[in-house]
């Protein structure tokens, strides 16, 4: 089966500290992507970070970066200098390449930045 | 470049009545996906078009769902008749090609009463 596991349905953070996700996942594929997407209150999910699995390098965008744990199937995101507009929920998901074309999520992780 | 649209934003129904759904998806991308959120649940797939045909179906609950992408270009999901556990966002994404990053619509909120 393949699964997405987020184990913390909301969490908070002081404006400009740092926040990290959790997410493990489930797959006996070994050939797949990995992506954290953010949906900020009443607005379009947008793309927030995209991991290669065969990739060992951790990936980054600006303040966004993950670790990337692939024996232990972690993939967690951590947000630097929180901002407001980073309120948002965020989910977890990863896409097997050999097997279809379907992404599969996890539930969701709610984040308020607090002022 | 304009993204996945979809419409209506939100709507609401009674148990019985039929509802269509649309989606735009990003011009020149050839896969089209339908996905579904029921409240406080995991976003799950319904089905992945390439062009007009249907390429995986396999998470479409039911009969009462039909879905179609006329000419490859927007696609309908139509729920009829609906039930009160068809409750839920429907989210549309397209893609450029098979694996790559999928950009997803606002999502459409259907309430069934």
């Known amino acids: 089966a393949q699964t997405v596991t987020q184990s913390q349905p909301e969490m908070s953070v002081q404006e400009a500290e740092t926040v990290t996700l959790s997410c493990t996942y489930d797959?006996?594929?070994?050939?797949?992507?990995l992506f954290w997407y953010k949906q900020p209150p009443s607005r379009q999910m947008i793309l927030v970070i995209r991991?290669?699995?065969?990739?060992?390098q951790n990936a980054t965008e600006n303040r966004f970066s993950v670790n990337f744990q692939k024996a232990a199937k972690s993939f967690s995101l951590k947000i630097s200098d929180s901002q407001l507009g980073d309120t948002a929920m965020y989910f977890c998901?990863?896409?097997?390449?050999?097997?279809?074309?379907?992404?599969?999520f996890g539930t969701g992780t709610s984040l308020t930045v607090i002022p | 470049e304009a993204g996945v649209t979809q419409f209506p934003s939100h709507s609401v129904i009674e148990k019985g009545q039929t509802v269509t759904l649309r989606c735009d998806p990003i011009s020149g991308h050839d896969n089209l996906y339908w996905y579904r959120r029921v409240m406080g649940k995991e976003i799950k797939f319904l089905l992945h078009f390439v062009k007009e045909s249907k390429q995986d179906e396999s998470g479409m609950p039911n009969n009462r769902f039909l879905a179609e992408r006329t000419g490859g270009t927007y696609s309908t999901l139509k729920v009829q008749p609906a039930e009160l556990e068809d409750s839920g966002v429907y989210f549309c994404a397209s893609s450029h090609g098979q694996g790559a990053t999928q950009y997803f619509g606002p999502g459409t909120r259907l309430t069934v009463t």
């Open positions: 797959t006996s594929e070994s050939n797949y992507y």
């Open positions: 998901a990863f896409i097997p390449l050999n097997t279809g074309n379907q992404f599969y």
């Open positions: 991991q290669e699995a065969y990739k060992q």
